[in-house]
């Protein structure tokens, strides 16, 4: 976080702010307000006078608000509040992104007149562990329990005792123990604040670090479709949407939605944020010209810049109430700007802003869209998207049919907006009944011969591929990429390469080199991602393709090893040997499966035509395996290697299998059918088959789950999404006594709980629900606001239960308590799946799909072929949305990322996290690292809660630079210098911390921590 003083950006009575983590923090004399998604919870000071805040340690970023004339704001790293109470200072600032603050208290000042108070909370708390939590809107802000320090005549810090005592008043006092009053003392609480709506600035526990990219590599606060643009010094610039709560212009939000578009420079070695500027609706495309002046667009406006970002040099209205798609600078400082909606309209303005040259329609159709533009030097334009209209300009390649769906064009117009040529790309097209077809260009470059060269996504498997094309079929999957070259004439496809795997690709950007090679990237779930690397292929480290998550049984998730899914939408498990699980993977004719308890998968082929969407472990064990794909039931008796189609079982979706606990070979099978009854029962073992009476008496009725208890049956029975009721039967299911229906729809799932099928769970709308009493009365524990929860999975032990809640898009719940307290565990990636290990208590394993990860690809100078390839990332979902090349052969590529564990550099200008989403801007070089080594001194240190150890780095070869971690994570924090701090309750005894090379992020050298003075747990 940065503090920049408010000088009329925000609110009245504010001097400072910050934001980050989906929130922004205003700083008053007398308060804090936490703001952000629908709250506002404000940490006051009882008894205090309001204060003198000034800013120190200031920073080189500069922030500028160009529409409200505000600019050159001053930012700095911390904040203090002067003689808040006598001779009692408060100094704000972070640690990894964790915002702190601590009460300074000079000699002889007594810190008993030290408070805290909670206003505009819906509940606040003292909890056990000594922090306080507050509650408003959804969202919650935890105090934590202080820590207060002296340091001694030799410069040791000794700790304090201090706790927080709630009074009659409600406000929160500072009770310190003995202590010396003749020196300084420090108190020191920490605050996080999350939102159930918003970003949360928690850290991923158990996150895997992956080694650092080539070059450098930084995030840049929040996320919204950033734009990357460099300039001939070698400085990188970003622009997109970020939260702007609290932000205010002529008294008003600066946007209905909370966003304002912010443009940030960073030098060229990474390591500074020269200024950000604030202030623009919608900011979608960013260009910087030979000068060094800035343009921007977005909704209605084009806008020109000084080179230092702070005022405007001219303004020009689009007209548009659509942002601007793509932009482009021609070599006479004139602008070509792409504006899809309406009918794809083309617009060159002139150098100094005064007006267009032309402004030209494409399209004629609402589903045309017009998405990149690109500029040659003689100032003709070309530009590409997709269209289904009839009558869409063409001078080459076949005409729209109507049924081969949104259509790839390239379209070139002269200087004065004339067409020159519009070709259109042929696919063929498909029956009524399958998906849409689409073929988009999503960003276009032109070669000094003329050649448009086009990247984007594809779901149509017969484009007219070359023969010399690096990838000639379909990769598979939702979608690939695609590379496309038109020859200079316009009048036929020169090369047309596929780009992508087995998951869901899509090219989002192309630029060439000085010697017009195509460097590309894009989107891809990196399933067999085309990769290919050689001795001057840049480092391109990738963190995780799996799409499983798995539980510590302390509530933590970490990736697992291995697993590539495009999404697991059903888990089961061996019921003997739990180690054994199986999982769908979203792509037809795959099943996964792991032998080691979710750690690792294994792709197994099947004859499915279509992904499974139902899977069953033999309620015997074994390697018997049922499926259900395609509306077919399939069987395996090989541990899921083979499969043969199993018709005397006609479920069209099978749901699950339970067994008789007194007959084994009594089994029923249970899920959805077409035909008749939506329940089985088998008495030789799953041989043969018979249909129990229909139970709900409509089409399509499905049980979601059943349990036995002795002679009875418990059945939880949907139809549609509309209606959900718990039955009994007592009579092997024939004939069936409702029992209670749920009070709430639509409902995701319904599980009994394992140990006591009179406890019933359920995953809903808005919430989640639970019943005591089979289903015969239901009551909410869990309230969610708008969001749905997906899936709820009781343990099979006993003591918990986890639901999956969709909006959270990283997070599950826990309640250890049978749903009186619930806790939201982070797991770095979305769930769509959750499977309870028997074995181990709170233990589960999750699934979700394999994270998108940016690539890089270049192609070589004929473009026939790749000169190298490969995904990079984090463990969770990345996206490029911008690439530059420059004349020393970096590549930039700028985006966002939901890692925490994306790889940053230590040298970086922000290596803090910036919440659920982040910018991220990074450079890759295409030339080896020197050969480096490093060591770490001292190699061992035992270091005490919340005390500090400072560590040494001696590197060979290289400039020396070192970017400092500790593993686990969480486990302490460590500056850039080296100088850690044990955290003040570990989990463990035993810290790892490590210095990595900024050059060659393959060579570190770790020391050992061992924690010292632990409290038994």
């Not at 505000?70 to 972070?94: C, M, W």
């Not at 067994?659 to 009854?677: C, E, H, I």
């Not at 709900?696 to 002795?710: F, K, S």
Request: glycine share 12%.
């Amino acid at each position: 976080m940065i503090f920049e003083e408010n000088r009329g950006q925000a609110e009245g009575g504010v001097q400072f702010l910050t934001r980050g983590a989906g929130r922004t923090i205003l700083f008053q004399p007398d308060r804090m307000q936490f703001l952000g998604a629908g709250a506002r919870i404000a940490l006051t000071f009882p008894g205090a006078s309001p204060s003198r805040i000034t800013g120190e340690q200031r920073l080189p970023t500069r922030f500028h608000y160009p529409s409200r004339g505000v600019k050159n704001v001053q930012t700095f790293a911390s904040i203090r509040y002067h003689e808040l109470y006598p001779g009692i200072d408060v100094v704000v600032h972070t640690t990894q992104g964790v915002l702190e603050y601590d009460f300074v208290a000079r000699p002889g000042a007594d810190l008993r007149q030290a408070a805290v108070r909670v206003d505009g909370a819906e509940k606040v708390e003292l909890e056990q562990d000594g922090s306080i939590r507050a509650a408003a809107a959804g969202s919650w802000m935890r105090q934590h329990r202080p820590v207060a320090y002296q340091e001694d005549a030799h410069g040791t810090r000794v700790r304090v005792a201090v706790r927080y005592e709630r009074r009659s008043d409600g406000c929160f006092h500072l009770a310190p123990g003995d202590y010396d009053t003749g020196r300084p003392l420090v108190v020191d609480p920490v605050i996080s604040f999350s939102t159930l709506l918003g970003p949360s600035g928690e850290s991923s526990a158990g996150s895997v670090f992956a080694p650092e990219p080539t070059d450098w590599q930084s995030f840049l606060g929040r996320k919204r479709f950033p734009a990357v643009a460099i300039d001939t010094n070698g400085y990188s610039y970003i622009a997109g949407t970020v939260d702007a709560v609290g932000l205010m212009i002529n008294g008003l939000p600066a946007e209905p939605d909370g966003k304002t578009g912010m443009l940030c420079k960073v030098s060229p070695s990474g390591d500074k944020v020269e200024f950000c500027s604030f202030g623009w609706l919608d900011l979608s495309a960013l260009k910087v010209d030979g000068r060094g002046q800035i343009y921007v667009s977005g909704t209605g406006y084009l806008e020109k810049l000084t080179p230092d970002g702070s005022e405007a040099i001219w303004r020009f209205p689009t007209g548009s109430e659509a942002p601007t798609s793509d932009m482009a600078l021609g070599s006479d400082e004139s602008v070509v700007i792409a504006v899809s909606s309406p009918n794809c309209r083309v617009i060159r303005v002139r150098a100094d802003g005064s007006g267009a040259i032309y402004s030209t329609t494409l399209g004629n159709g609402p589903d045309d869209a017009l998405i990149a533009v690109a500029v040659d030097p003689e100032g003709n334009a070309y530009a590409t998207g997709s269209t289904q209209s009839f009558h869409f300009p063409r001078t080459a390649g076949p005409a729209w049919t109507g049924q081969d769906g949104r259509r790839l064009y390239v379209t070139k117009l002269d200087a004065g907006g004339s067409l020159v040529y519009s070709l259109l790309v042929p696919q063929s097209a498909r029956a009524p009944d399958d998906p849409p077809l689409f073929t988009v260009g999503e960003s276009i470059a032109v070669d000094s011969n003329g050649t448009a060269v086009v990247t984007g996504r594809t779901n149509a498997t017969d484009l007219p591929v070359t023969a010399d094309a690096p990838q000639a079929p379909y990769g598979g999957g939702e979608s690939d990429g695609f590379v496309l070259k038109v020859k200079p004439d316009g009048t036929e496809v020169q090369s047309l390469t596929y780009l992508g795997g087995q998951g869901r690709e899509a090219g989002t950007f192309v630029a060439l080199d000085a010697q017009g090679q195509a460097y590309l990237t894009g989107q891809s779930q990196c399933i067999a991602f085309p990769t290919k690397t050689d001795g001057s292929s840049p480092d391109l480290p990738l963190g995780s393709v799996s799409a499983f998550f798995s539980g510590s049984g302390d509530g933590s998730y970490a990736r697992a090893g291995s697993g590539l899914a495009q999404r697991v939408e059903v888990m089961a498990v061996d019921p003997v040997d739990a180690k054994i699980m199986y999982a769908t993977s979203g792509l037809p004719g795959q099943i996964l499966r792991s032998t080691d308890a979710g750690m690792n998968w294994e792709t197994l082929a099947a004859p499915f035509e279509a992904s499974a969407d139902g899977l069953v472990a033999d309620p015997n064990g074994g390697p018997v395996v049922w499926a259900s794909a395609g509306g077919r039931i399939w069987r395996s008796g090989d541990s899921g290697t083979n499969w043969t189609e199993f018709p005397a079982l006609p479920l069209s979706v099978l749901k699950g299998m339970k067994k008789d606990p007194s007959n084994p070979m009594v089994r029923y099978a249970y899920g959805t059918s077409k035909l008749s009854s939506p329940l089985y029962r088998s008495s030789d073992g799953g041989t043969t088959w018979s249909a129990r009476p229909q139970s709900c008496q409509r089409l399509l009725c499905t049980i979601l789950d059943l349990v036995l208890e002795g002679s009875n049956l418990y059945a939880a029975h949907t139809i549609g999404d509309i209606f959900w009721y718990v039955a009994l039967s007592r009579d092997e299911g024939m004939g069936w006594i409702p029992l209670g229906s749920l009070p709430t729809t639509p409902v995701s799932n319904i599980r009994f709980e394992p140990l006591n099928p009179h406890v019933v769970w359920a995953a809903a709308y808005g919430g989640v629900w639970k019943s005591e009493n089979s289903g015969a009365s239901w009551s909410k524990v869990k309230a969610l606001g708008y969001m749905t929860a997906v899936a709820v999975e009781p343990h099979p032990l006993g003591g918990s239960v986890t639901v999956a809640v969709k909006d959270f898009v990283d997070h599950v719940l826990e309640s250890t308590d049978g749903g009186a307290s619930w806790d939201e565990r982070n797991t770095g990636g979305p769930v769509s799946a959750l499977l309870a290990d028997g074995t181990s208590p709170r233990r589960y394993v999750l699934g979700g799909a394999s994270p998108f990860h940016p690539y890089l690809t270049k192609l070589t100078a004929d473009g026939t072929g790749l000169a190298y390839s490969g995904c990079f990332g984090g463990s969770s979902d990345e996206v490029p949305s911008g690439l530059a090349v420059d004349g020393a052969g970096h590549v930039y590529i700028g985006g966002f990322t939901a890692s925490h564990d994306f790889p940053v550099t230590g040298s970086a200008a922000q290596t803090e996290f910036g919440g659920r989403s982040a910018f991220f801007l990074m450079r890759i070089s295409e030339q080896a690292p020197p050969d480096i080594g490093v060591q770490v001194s001292p190699q061992s240190a035992s270091v005490a809660p919340g005390e500090w150890q400072q560590f040494e780095a001696t590197v060979e070869g290289g400039s020396g630079a070192v970017s400092w971690s500790v593993r686990p994570a969480g486990a302490g924090t460590i500056s850039s210098s080296g100088l850690y701090r044990a955290p003040r309750d570990p989990d463990g005894s035993q810290v790892t911390v490590i210095a990595t090379s900024v050059e060659d992020p393959q060579k570190a050298a770790a020391a050992t921590v061992s924690l010292t003075g632990l409290e038994p747990r």
